[in-house]
């Protein structure tokens, strides 16, 4: 069973590269820097999230889980 999701941030040292919007439009978007949308539903696309948090290039994409 997955856990979780507790929050979702973009850490500094975002490169704009596209990879978590490509991968999860409906959670994240990229500007000038990638950000999590407002209001985004993160726990019905966790299974993407975390995909893209583990094919971003710099790693900035923390997910925090529950306990």
Known sequence: MCKKIKRVQIQPG????GTCEAVCPKVF???????VLPNA???AHHELVREAADL???SV???EDED
Do not use: G
């Not at 975002?14 to 590269?17: A, E």
């Not at 978007?29 to 950000?35: G, I, R």
């Open 29 to 35: 978007l990229v500007k000038a820097t990638a950000e």
């Open 14 to 17: 975002c490169i704009s590269c």
């Open 61 to 63: 994409i923390q997910v």
């Open 56 to 58: 971003c290039p710099v």
């Open 41 to 43: 539903d993160v726990q």
